[in-house]
């Protein structure tokens, strides 16, 4: 009897892990963007995080779910990609916001100061529709990014589902995947030598770039 009840609990200690890990793994991605989410938020300043690093999580989480047609990985890798789609849009949602606040509160403190109260302040829009490459990914509005993903990603599915047969293809989208991936801290440094500094950005942040900098990668 006691090794019964002994079995029971080491089972639902087993599967009380297992779920943990299960957690860890589907949303550990994502938990060093939170701070840094509530920081932008809070402060009303996105500079010291650099937005191409959502473009390389998009485009490496697209195509490691793409990469599963052709090769079969573990659903919690899917969900964690799922997840981390979701969590880069909504990134790229309050970055873009804040950055267009800043931009009106910047010519509205212009036109104050040489006397031009009297005229409308406005603000150039950016669309991804006009393809003009001086703005890649500076755009005015949320939907102009959710524009491009999903012309990305429609692309990429019709290349996918024309080459799917190719062995060669689809071992070639994993390792473009990972690769993108890996160099995930590319643009965050990139930012932080435009900036000359490393304010704004969470040190949880930080030190994910810098673990995908060195080769770490998940793989599909």
Request: with cysteine; net charge neutral.
């Amino acid at each position: 009897m006691e090794d019964e009840v002994f079995d029971q609990i080491v089972s639902v200690f087993n599967k009380l892990v297992s779920w943990v890990a299960a957690g860890a793994m589907v949303f550990g991605g994502v938990v060093p963007y939170i701070p840094q989410y509530r920081d932008i938020r809070r402060t009303q300043n996105a500079e010291g995080f650099s937005t191409y690093v959502c473009l390389v999580l998009l485009v490496a989480n697209i195509l490691r779910i793409l990469f599963r047609f052709g090769h079969y990985f573990e659903t919690l890798l899917l969900w964690q990609s799922i997840i981390m789609i979701a969590t880069m849009l909504i990134m790229l949602n309050l970055c873009t916001d804040v950055r267009m606040a800043t931009e009106l509160s910047t010519k509205r403190r212009s036109f104050i100061a040489t006397d031009n109260k009297d005229e409308e302040v406005r603000i150039p829009k950016r669309l991804f529709l006009d393809f003009d490459w001086n703005y890649f990914w500076s755009w005015s509005h949320f939907v102009d990014y959710v524009q491009c993903v999903v012309a990305f990603t429609l692309v990429a599915v019709y290349i996918t589902y024309l080459l799917l047969d190719s062995v060669m293809f689809v071992e070639t989208l994993g390792f473009l995947a990972v690769f993108t991936e890996a160099m995930l801290g590319t643009p965050q440094l990139y930012c932080n030598y435009q900036n000359k500094s490393t304010e704004g950005m969470r040190n949880p942040n930080r030190s994910r770039c810098k673990s995908f900098a060195s080769g770490h990668g998940d793989t599909p």
